[in-house]
């Protein structure tokens, strides 16, 4: 076999492990960025922030059931639900980097999170007015409330026209 035929081979072979390994990177990140999803869906659904979103809720709409002595077990719950939001926009953001093409992860996130988002985004301040009441002092949550508002306005409309009721 002439030097040409076996360049040639080379070369197929080449190309044809680069676009293997090509497809396995691209395989990997779309595993890892759904696991990055349902783990961020986790985080705001479960544990600690789960118990947060309901203390919020019962101080939004009925503020009246939480004593004064547990003021201060709301604020935390507070922080704890922002706190959530930021890791949520940070993962959005980690999966969205990158990809320019059919992002299904980002899509899945972004369904799995979108009502607790829209919901948030509109009683959180409510939460927070009626929290620094009770407090009798203003809660500096600035960058952390940015967060939660950067995430509303990045979730597409297609995706709350598909969520809403």
Not at 74 to 103: H, K, M, P, Q
Request: proline share 2%; with cysteine.
């Amino acid at each position: 076999m002439s030097a040409n035929a076996w360049t040639g081979i080379a070369t197929v072979v080449s190309l044809l492990a680069f676009a293997t390994a090509a497809a396995a990177h691209v395989r990997q990140r779309r595993a890892e960025d759904f696991r990055l999803a349902r783990d961020l869906h986790v985080d705001l659904t479960t544990g600690e922030v789960a118990k947060a979103r309901e203390v919020l809720g019962t101080l939004v709409h009925d503020g009246s059931r939480i004593k004064d002595e547990d003021i201060p077990r709301v604020r935390t719950s507070y922080f704890t639900l922002l706190w959530c939001f930021e890791r949520i926009y940070a993962g959005r953001c980690a999966i969205a980097d990158g990809w320019t093409f059919g992002n299904r992860p980002l899509r899945f996130l972004d369904r799995l999170v979108v009502w607790q988002v829209e919901y948030w985004a509109e009683n959180l301040g409510p939460a927070k007015e009626a929290l620094e009441a009770r407090l009798g002092v203003q809660l500096s949550d600035g960058k952390s409330r940015l967060a939660l508002d950067a995430l509303n306005q990045a979730i597409p409309r297609e995706i709350r026209a598909e969520t809403s009721l």
